[in-house]
């Protein structure tokens, strides 16, 4: 292998590992990772596992070329990332693990102590006073550690009932013997992979999986050079949107417009429905900002109320008390999207920051959320 004081040849690091890679996607989701096998598990391993480790492993040599970043043992991390992308995978096809996920992710945003935040478009979580200190490093390889020796924590902290039956300080004296071991943040995705294994939930490719980690016995596969989004992509995109905008406009005024107001803002308690940005539904024609504008609804007074709250020069909110038709008046708005205080769309809507904040918070998790996994997502 290279030598890391020096340039590292990334091509052939790479091609030595490929093998080990590719071995071990074959082996877990047993499949052949060939192109011109059109199944869709065979294809979810090639775009979703394969090619994401593809380009996560290359981009953390291409660090390490640059001095930011040291790996010790090369094989050994690619396997590290490839068991990393296949659990994450077979949380997405597999019920438990995405109750689990959902679980974790509704305890992290609602008890006091912890949090999720993102950082580099990624949920990360930890303890809730980790987020005051951004040169706090991401400590998600130490989780590799506590699966291959869960007993680097108490085992007691770890319960052993189904999901269904651990209670809120269960699941904090768990979360809490991880974080203590971790000793800074970890991705939401690693610790749900953890969390997985401690539980004892498995699916049916690891209860079948029985071969050894080096199979470097099966046919190299190079994959094409990785071009524009396909066109499935980004109909999947639109078609989730236009799922979650069909299940907006089922939500109570109140609640609609704390959720759509400060749609793609990012606070201490984030979810993937809370960072979608709002200019996605017109940019995938789903719908325009002029329907969008028309749900919400929006009365002269209160437009009148935001132009005095909106960061706007004294020329721009002339122009603003100046509009007379409801689509010009939006669009005028819609520059100033999203609004990041909740104080702010409080005065709007003629209530109280709290009240904005439990709005929005139910709008997510009793409505949009169980409305979209109702749906598959």
Not at 106 to 128: H, M, N, P, S, V
Not at 175 to 186: D, E, K, R, S
Not at 340 to 350: F, H, Q, T
Request: aromatic share 8%; hydrophobic share 40%.
């Amino acid at each position: 292998m290279a030598d890391q004081g020096s340039a590292l040849n990334v091509e052939a690091i790479f091609k030595d590992c490929d093998p080990l890679i590719k071995g071990r996607i074959r082996n877990k989701l047993r499949v052949s990772l060939d192109e011109s096998d059109g199944s869709k598990r065979n294809q979810d391993a090639l775009l979703k596992v394969y090619g994401e480790i593809t380009l996560k492993f290359i981009e953390k040599l291409t660090e390490a070329e640059t001095g930011d970043e040291a790996i010790r043992n090369f094989r050994g991390y690619a396997l590290a990332l490839t068991d990393n992308a296949i659990a994450t995978y077979l949380n997405d096809i597999n019920p438990d693990r995405r109750i689990l996920k959902d679980k974790l992710r509704y305890f992290l945003e609602t008890r006091q102590g912890f949090a999720i935040w993102k950082k580099d478009e990624r949920l990360i979580c930890g303890l809730a006073l980790w987020q005051l200190r951004t040169d706090r490093p991401e400590r998600s390889a130490a989780l590799i550690d506590l699966r291959n020796d869960p007993a680097l924590i108490d085992r007691a902290a770890v319960p052993h009932k189904h999901l269904d039956r651990i209670k809120p300080d269960e699941w904090t004296r768990l979360l809490a013997a991880i974080f203590n071991y971790t000793g800074g943040p970890v991705a939401l995705d690693d610790l749900v992979n953890l969390v997985a294994g401690l539980l004892g939930i498995k699916d049916e490719f690891q209860r079948a999986s029985t071969r050894t980690d080096d199979d470097d016995d099966y046919t190299a596969y190079d994959p094409p050079e990785p071009g524009p989004p396909r066109p499935l992509t980004e109909a999947m995109i639109r078609e989730y949107l236009r799922h979650l905008w069909q299940a907006i406009c089922l939500l109570k005024p109140l609640m609609r417009a704390a959720y759509l107001l400060s749609l793609g803002t990012v606070g201490k308690k984030a979810t993937s429905l809370s960072m979608i940005e709002l200019e996605l539904f017109p940019a995938y024609e789903v719908v325009s900002k002029i329907e969008i504008g028309r749900l919400l609804a929006i009365t002269d007074e209160q437009f009148e109320r935001l132009w005095d709250e909106l960061d706007m020069d004294e020329a721009s909110r002339r122009v603003a008390r100046s509009l007379t038709g409801y689509d010009e008046k939006f669009a005028m708005l819609w520059n100033h999207l999203p609004l990041k205080d909740d104080e702010v769309i409080a005065r709007l809507l003629g209530c109280k920051p709290p009240t904005v904040a439990t709005s929005r918070f139910r709008a997510i998790n009793d409505y949009l959320a169980p409305a979209m996994r109702a749906l598959g997502y």
